[in-house]
Each structure stands twice: as C-alpha cells, then as structure tokens.
C-alpha cells in the first residue's frame, strides 16, 4: 500500500464512520424523546404503584439514551480532530495492515468494508490497540493465541 492510498483509505473511513455516529446519534435522540414523551404519558391509576414504575421505566429508558449520544457525540468531535498524519509507529491516527486483516486505530465502531478490502476501526484503548500502541514496521504482537506481523503503518 502506498502512503497516498494510506490516506484516501483514512478519509474514506472516516467519512463512513461520521456517517454512522451521525445516524446513531440521530436514534438515540429520537429514541431518548420517545421515552421522555411516553414517561409523560403515563397516568395515575388504582393500580397504585404502576403510574410510578412506568414513569421510572421510561425515564431510565431516557437517560440510557442520552448516554449514547453523548458517547458517540465525543467519538464524532474526536474523529473530526483525528490527526492522520502517516508516522514510523503504530498510535492513533495509523492504519496498520498484517497478513491477516486492516485496522484503522480511530475509535472501537468495528469493521467497515472499503476498496481495500475489511478494515477494523478501533480504539487505541482496545485490546488489540493497547498490543499495537507503538509498535513498528515488522515488529510482532500476539493476539488471541495467533502472532501477527506489522507489515505497513500508514
């Protein structure tokens, strides 16, 4: 891979991926709505405790939905910042390629199909990203009981 094709393969991803977190941003905010309006729309009855439990339901529901969108509000601002520039070691930014697979070290989305084939976006904080942080051109890290060589960093 050339480092030109490094880097339209970053835009391409990073594209995909903002148009994810966009739309997943979009269902958690409509989903957080639809909770808040259906907690509201519950009512009193001789049932006793139900008017209350639904409304608690519905305003856990709510704010388990806000957290997903604050969650992938941080991870939209923090791929609009990602700097991409290409460097000698593996860190945020980098896309890695090893004999058996892509990965883009952006944020944990998991894994987008792209002119070069699957690429998986993932954290520097993941597993696998913490192995890679660092590293460089055939350098070898172990990963779920298979060794895996570094074959470009771009």
């Known amino acids: 891979m050339l480092a030109s094709d490094a880097s339209a393969l970053k835009q391409q991803l990073i594209e995909t991926a903002i148009l994810a977190l966009t739309e997943r941003i979009h269902h958690a905010e409509n989903a957080m709505k639809e909770a808040q309006e259906s907690a509201n729309q519950e009512e009193k009855s001789s049932a006793g405790d139900k008017y209350e439990t ?4 519905g305003q856990l529901q709510r704010d388990m939905n806000a957290k997903q969108s604050i969650l992938a509000k941080k991870e939209l601002a923090f791929l609009q910042q990602l700097n991409t520039n290409p460097k000698e070691t593996i ?9 058996t697979a892509y990965y883009f070290v952006s944020i944990g989305l998991g894994t987008i199909d792209s002119n070069q084939g699957k690429v998986h976006l993932i954290s520097i904080e993941s597993p696998i990203g913490k192995l890679m942080n660092g590293l460089k ?3 070898q890290f172990q990963f779920l009981d298979l060794v895996h060589q570094i074959e470009f960093i771009g």
């Open 91 to 99: 860190g945020t930014g980098s896309i890695v390629k090893t004999a």
């Open 137 to 139: 051109v055939n350098d």
């Open 54 to 57: 639904g409304r608690a339901m």
